[in-house]
């Protein structure tokens, strides 16, 4: 297995771009995560899914943050329009049940200048 | 609130040199305390899961223990390769699957 896949790895845009972030899980996985990491809050879980359902969004920041998983195999996070204080690292996350640790992908670094 | 709290926050060790890290925890009910390790560039690598008091986890030169309070990751004997960040985070029986994460702790070993 590949593992969690995240696209781009690298993204900078300019303020008040839109930004789409994607996502692809371990096969068989149920639960998806969003997490962003910044040096100063570590890492915070913006949204997660269980079945392509969205479970509980109430760490996505503000209406400028969306997700949607249109199927089991992918999800979006998308930021519009961005800002300079949402540069940071996102995380995707799968889980098989939500039980065990989950397997991380490698992140996309996030810029906006 | 859940927080989970991570000491120190950077630790330099010479090859050798055995240590521990800490992440004392305040939640309403711990469902389970996990470790990860993050290397730079990279997402986080589940290391151990702790589902309750006095249990203990091994893996190579880290063992994992789990008090009513804290945990710790014992790191003996570390080598260079050992060298990363440290996360530990927690489940709770109200947090159904989500994870909250402590700050970490940065471990450079010099060889």
């Known amino acids: 297995d590949a593992g969690v896949i995240q696209s781009p790895r690298h993204e900078v845009t300019e303020m008040g771009q839109e930004v789409t972030l994607r996502c692809k899980p371990i096969s068989g996985h149920d639960y998806l995560f969003w997490y962003r990491q910044t040096m100063m809050r570590g890492l915070e879980l913006l949204i997660y899914f269980n079945n392509n359902v969205p479970i509980d969004d109430s760490g996505m920041p503000e209406d400028r943050f969306s997700a949607k998983m249109p199927n089991a195999s992918f999800s979006t996070l998308k930021i519009q329009p961005s800002e300079p204080r949402d540069s940071a690292v996102y995380f995707c996350?799968?889980?098989?049940?939500?039980?065990?640790?989950?397997?991380f992908g490698s992140g996309t670094r996030l810029t906006v200048v | 609130e859940d927080q989970v709290t991570q000491s120190p926050e950077a630790l330099r060790l010479q090859e050798g040199e055995s240590s521990s890290l800490n992440c004392s925890y305040t939640v309403s009910g711990l469902r389970g305390l996990f470790w990860y390790r993050q290397d730079p560039g990279k997402g986080p690598e589940f290391l151990f899961t702790?589902?309750?008091a006095g249990e203990e986890k091994e893996k190579e030169r880290l063992k994992a223990t789990l008090t009513k309070k804290e945990s710790f990751l014992h790191i003996t004997a570390p080598k260079p390769e050992d060298s990363a960040t440290y996360l530990c985070a927690v489940q709770t029986n109200s947090g159904y699957s989500t994870l909250t994460f402590g700050k970490g702790t940065m471990l450079l070993v010099s060889p």
């Open positions: 702790l589902y309750s």
């Open positions: 996350a799968s889980s098989l049940d939500g039980n065990y640790g989950y397997t």
